[in-house]
């Protein structure tokens, strides 16, 4: 079983999270940094096995106005 801790309290940005989510995951070079390529990398982890995701620090995002619709739809990614 993975386990991947994500602490949203050390990403200033939407890119540097998807850096983070690219290096945790060990998606490939191609991975897009969205979140529609989030979805299809997440997709593509099926089949490998348990990975539990804990998520800290997101309520700072989450209460931003730029970042909260950002944060909600990624949570949602998650939790499908």
Request: net charge negative; charged share 20%.
């Amino acid at each position: 079983m993975k386990h991947i801790e994500l602490d949203f309290s050390n990403y200033h940005s939407i890119e540097e999270l998807h850096e983070a989510l690219k290096s945790a995951f060990r998606f490939p070079d191609y991975y897009g940094a969205n979140l529609d390529a989030l979805w299809d990398c997440m997709s593509d982890l099926d089949g490998i096995g348990s990975v539990i995701v804990s998520i800290k620090g997101i309520s700072g995002w989450l209460n931003q106005a730029y970042y909260g619709d950002y944060a909600n739809r990624l949570l949602g990614i998650f939790e499908d």
